[in-house]
């Protein structure tokens, strides 16, 4: 084979399907909010104009699961409606991922008590933990890009 | 707290209320219960009615009361929802926090815990560790991810 059939026309560039995948899936994260406590206000500030969850591409919540590919679960979470929450989990399509947005979706937080799950990954897999009570939207968008850094390594792979 | 206090035998709550709400108290501010298990008082449980003069001309807060009803195990209490219909709520929450039982209204059944829930979690000898998660491990099973945080312990069962 000649060495010119190597190269690629100019405008274009060479990758692994899987990367430029991952890529295109990091940039454009369609989350699904599942609010239920306080954290949703500091969800709000984190998604509204001051702090600007968009520059990320995550601007575009869907209030549906069959459209998201990101369920951030904000707010504690009791057992009375840990049922919902698996069940909208299972209804979103593939390939997705799930956020536990405080304190309280992560371990329970000071609620151990009989009406609290004590952490939302007793019921659903669990990809990123943002602590805090309720925490900064500096900390939201720091998880932000680490879920980017982690779409982008496993989100590209063909399922 | 601003008002007075009264107290009530339990099985006259409705003939005092009745008589409160004449006087003019036309509000249940709130209706709750405590449980005095670990000071052992008989009887146990205390059912407080607070009840407020509202004028609805002015807005105004023209005076409290508090009724106090003592009441023991098993405990049983007629219903004041004929008087304030806001008691249909609060006594639904007294009865599925703390197990008091109201006669003389239907429909009376959980209002914040779920209908598979056993027992009443406010009784001070509902054991503090008890769980009964609807879904989830109760059984030590772990769920199906690799992100599921097996250093955790979770308290299940009894």
């Known amino acids: ?126 990809d990123l933990y943002i602590p805090g009570c309720p925490p900064r939207p500096e900390t939201v968008l720091h998880g932000l890009t680490l879920l980017q850094e982690k779409i982008q390594k496993t989100g590209g792979r063909l399922r | 707290m601003r008002g007075e206090r009264k107290d009530s035998p339990a099985e006259r709550n409705h003939e005092e209320l009745a008589a409160l709400k004449a006087e003019g108290y036309n509000m249940l501010v709130d209706l709750t219960c405590v449980d005095y298990l670990s000071q052992n008082q008989t009887p146990r449980f205390d059912v407080i009615y607070r009840l407020m003069k509202f004028d609805l001309i002015e807005g105004q807060d023209l005076g409290r009361v508090e009724l106090h009803c003592a009441v023991g195990e098993a405990p049983v209490l007629r219903s004041v929802k004929d008087l304030w219909p806001v008691a249909d709520w609060l006594e639904r929450e007294v009865w599925d926090m703390f197990g008091v039982q109201f006669q003389d209204r239907p429909d009376i059944r959980r209002l914040l815990m779920y209908e598979e829930f056993v027992g009443h979690p406010l009784r001070k000898d509902y054991p503090i560790t008890k769980r009964q998660p609807l879904i989830g491990p109760k059984d030590g099973a772990k769920a199906d991810s690799p992100s599921f945080n097996i250093l955790k312990p979770t308290i299940t069962g009894e």
Not at chain 1, 67 to 81: P, R
Request: aromatic share 12%; proline share 8%.
């Open chain 1, 1 to 126: 084979m000649p060495l010119e059939a190597s190269i690629p026309p100019a405008g274009t560039m060479t990758t692994q399907i899987e990367a430029a995948l991952g890529w295109a899936r990091k940039y454009s994260i369609f989350q699904y909010p599942f609010v239920t406590a306080c954290c949703g206000m500091e969800y709000m500030s984190a998604a509204a104009s001051h702090y600007d969850m968009d520059r990320f591409g995550a601007g575009f919540p869907r209030f549906s699961p069959r459209q998201a590919d990101c369920l951030l679960v904000v707010g504690t979470i009791s057992h009375k409606i840990a049922p919902v929450l698996r069940r909208i989990y299972e209804q979103m399509p593939r390939p997705k991922w799930v956020v536990a947005f405080g304190v309280c979706t992560c371990t329970g937080g000071f609620y151990n008590d009989y009406s609290t799950v004590q952490g939302i990954d007793t019921i659903v897999p669990v």
